[in-house]
């Protein structure tokens, strides 16, 4: 018998007790029961971002939902005009939906791995007067690569743009605060750190964002925010919602609020620093410049095969990690820090992963890997003394 243990960077492992708060009987969504409990999970989802007075919205969908409702409500056709900055497979599709919906934009691409600079935004901006949005990925899943949203935030306020955050991978497990960086959007999914199957979405709006949005009509029905906000009014959905997983959301945001954000974002950290530290010390590679502690890409060994490995960490570990995408398919595998994660599953997957290398012919010196993760979490209960 072997139990599988999800590593992927989303979906992710759900706790026990959301599973089973999410048997619960169903309720109907026009009911008390569900504004009560919306109204409830609102006012979470802004301790969750972070902020005092942006408008937390719930929809229905992906994050891609949530990504693509951000983008086309606040980018007008003929009016507005959006720098992307693309540093991953993630950037890529935020620059799709700018194409698709016939929305001016620039696209700015980075070498995947490094993350954008506040630098190259101000440069961007000051050569093109026109651009009044940025699009920009937090946490780069596909890469592993974080930005400093904090600086290019400074630098969209000085020029009153739009800043649109993708925080997918960060938002409710890396240091994300709205209010205070100056962030106009930021959305996120159920199935990162939310800890929560695929179905659900969050947009956060700033009401400098709302200005914008009301400025003329959304090309989208389903993904027009200005729906959303209309219903949010009485604590309501404009279309059906998922509202089992909004049961569980409830579950996990109460959760978030007594372990404290600030726990979650350094047990993070310190899970993402020893897989980092256990790579290194079995002679492989990380690939980001810039690292996110949400996930972590390591690059494979040339005499490794990759698919293989994950298929054998997965058959006989029950150890499921994630490929790379893309340019970097083969050539890494990811593991992810988010969610229903703790120190003993962290130093599960590097005792397997050190197993399979040895297996397949990497020269390795078995305990290597888990004696460097072991030190950095050893450090980390000394620091907490």
């Known amino acids: 018998m072997k139990k599988t243990r999800l590593f992927t960077p989303g979906p992710v492992m759900v706790p026990e007790d959301v599973m089973l708060h999410m048997a619960l009987p169903m309720e109907h969504h026009r009911t008390k029961f569900y504004r009560d409990m919306l109204a409830d999970v609102s006012d979470h989802l802004k301790y969750m971002f972070q902020t005092n007075h942006a408008d937390c919205l719930t929809l229905t969908g992906s994050g891609t939902c949530a990504g693509e409702a951000s983008i086309v409500s606040t980018v007008h056709k003929g009016k507005n005009k959006a720098l992307n900055l693309s540093c991953g497979k993630f950037g890529e599709r935020w620059a799709k939906i700018c194409k698709a919906f016939g929305l001016d934009h620039t696209d700015h691409t980075l070498d995947w791995g490094t993350g954008a600079s506040a630098d190259t935004v101000k440069k961007m901006m000051d050569d093109d007067a026109a651009i009044d949005t940025v699009i920009c990925v937090h946490s780069e899943t596909s890469t592993a690569t974080v930005t400093d949203i904090e600086a290019i935030a400074k630098v969209t306020q000085e020029r009153d743009a739009l800043l649109i955050v993708d925080c997918i991978t960060s938002c409710g497990c890396l240091p994300f605060r709205f209010d205070e960086w100056g962030i106009d959007i930021a959305f996120t999914g159920s199935q990162k750190a939310m800890m929560l199957p695929p179905g ?40 059906t919602p998922a509202n089992t997983l909004v049961l569980g959301l409830q579950k996990v945001l109460h959760g978030f609020k007594e372990r404290g954000l600030e726990n979650i974002w350094k047990e993070t950290h310190t899970m993402a620093e020893a897989t980092r530290a256990a790579a290194r010390a079995m002679g492989l590679g990380i690939f980001s410049k810039s690292p996110a502690d949400s996930v972590t890409a390591i690059m494979v060994p040339e005499n490794v095969d990759e698919p293989t490995l994950r298929k054998r960490l997965r058959s006989e570990h029950g150890m499921q990690i994630a490929g790379g995408q893309d340019a970097l398919k083969g050539r890494v595998i990811r593991i992810g820090h988010m969610g229903y994660v703790d120190a003993s599953d962290t130093l599960a997957v590097i005792a397997a992963l050190e197993l399979e290398l040895k297996f397949q012919g990497h020269e390795i010196e078995l305990g290597s890997g888990l004696k460097a993760a072991q030190e950095v979490f050893l450090a980390a209960l000394s620091a907490t003394k």
């Open 200 to 239: 659900l979405a969050f947009a956060c709006v700033s009401p400098k964002a709302w200005r914008r949005i009301d400025e003329a009509d959304s090309p989208a029905f389903y993904n027009d925010l200005k729906a959303h906000r209309k219903s949010l009014r009485s604590w309501d959905n404009p279309y």
